[in-house]
């Protein structure tokens, strides 16, 4: 009898984030979330960082895509504060983490690549296809989309 290996299907997801959570994302590598994603997002799934409009220090990293990361990692919890906006009001705010590997960073404005998505149907109000986590109404985007967002980064 051949035992025949199941093959992973890997999803690609938008994940909305803060410039400064941001940074400690790529720099850790490691993605927090309030709860466990682990039943949307799981190992071998490429997450695409989409940064938030307001609330910036960095006016250049509004409204953009900054980077393509591969989890690497099955979801677990933490206690101690990690992120910025945690530090800044001592508590725990995104208990539950990911190991993440970079697949490509870079930044493009969301707005060069809006007529070219495929997951946003709606191109006068694509912004509401960047709420919620994740973004795309908690479903995943294609792979040519996420091809095209990880070839337009520079």
Known sequence: MEVKEA???VRYWIIPITYDNWLVC????????????ENLIRAEDVITFYMMKSRYRNPDYTACFVGAYEVIGKWFREDKPLWPDE???GKILYPYRV?????????????????RLSFIKNKGRWQVY??????????????????LIIESLR
């Open 7 to 9: 093959k992973i299907i």
């Open 26 to 37: 790529h720099g850790e590598l490691i993605y927090g979330f309030r709860e466990s994603l």
């Open 87 to 89: 530090k800044g009001v």
């Open 99 to 115: 190991k993440i590997r970079l697949v490509k960073d870079g930044k493009v404005k969301a707005e060069e690549l809006i007529g």
């Open 130 to 147: 960047f709420r919620g986590c994740p973004a795309n109404f908690r479903k995943p985007v294609s792979e040519e989309d996420t091809r």
